[in-house]
T-cell receptor
Framework: NAGVTQTPKFQVLKTGQSMTLQCAQD?????MYWYRQDPGMGLRLIYY???????DKGEVPNGYNVSRLNKREFSLRLESAAPSQTSVYFC???????????FGSGTRLTVV | GIQVEQSPPDLILQEGANSTLRCNFS?????LQWFHQNPWGQLINLFY???GTKQNGRLSATTVATERYSLLYISSSQTTDSGVYFC???????????FGTGTSLTVIP
């Protein structure tokens, strides 16, 4: 089925560990995004990639890095995880002529 | 950044009732979307509506960009409408959106 696929769905990390969240879309969308969702705070933009080969910071980029590997894939890396990064992470994509977002199912990350 | 305020924060409805959710934003925008997050956490795009009115079944939305607000109407509510409704606005060239904190809707049978 067409859509946005995120892996893993759940992850528990120890403080200081690193990990990469993967996101892939098969809708030929140009733009991709990473958001985090914390209780009572809605979704906040971490990084986005308006097109292949470009990435830009969002509202809360500190502690994260991203890579737009190709048009389909956009990964989010935590180099040294902190408890404050415990959250649900969502990846989304949108097309050049269709600006509505399609979201992945999310990754629930706990840092202990 | 743009401030996005949604009201009410919580809403409880009897099945079959109608409701109006409001989204106010603090600055001019050129994009606006409404989303539904179901109880399992999945985010579904309901409307992409930078201006004007759109309808999809029992749901409709109106955005008055010049007055910086958007409304989402839910008619004849069903228990499956329960969840959190988010408004998101954008104005950047990268199509990045900024979210409100949502309206939590519970529809009881």
């Amino acid at each position: 089925n067409a859509g946005v696929t995120q892996t893993p769905k759940f992850q528990v990390l120890k403080t200081g560990q690193s990990m990469t969240l993967q996101c892939a879309q098969d809708m030929n969308h140009n733009s991709m995004y990473w958001y985090r969702q914390d209780p009572g705070m809605g979704l906040r933009l971490i990084y986005y990639s308006a097109s292949e080969g470009t990435t830009d910071k969002g509202e809360v980029p500190n502690g994260y890095n991203v890579s737009r590997l190709n048009k389909r894939e956009f990964s989010l890396r935590l180099e040294s995880a902190a408890p404050s990064q415990t959250s649900v992470y969502f990846c989304a994509s949108s097309g050049y002529n269709d600006y509505g977002y399609t979201f992945g199912s999310g990754t629930r990350l706990t840092v202990v | 950044g743009i401030q996005v305020e949604q009201s009410p924060p919580d809403l409880i409805l009897q099945e079959g009732a109608n409701s109006t959710l409001r989204c106010n934003f603090s600055d001019s925008v050129n994009n606006l979307q409404w989303f539904h997050q179901n109880p399992w956490g999945q985010l579904i795009n309901l409307f992409y509506i930078p201006s004007g009115t759109k309808q999809n079944g029992r749901l409709s939305a109106t955005t008055v960009a010049t007055e910086r607000y958007s409304l989402l109407y839910i008619s004849s509510s069903q228990t499956t409408d329960s969840g959190v409704y988010f408004c998101a606005v954008g104005r950047g060239t990268g199509n990045q959106f900024y979210f409100g904190t949502g309206t939590s809707l519970t529809v009881i049978p």
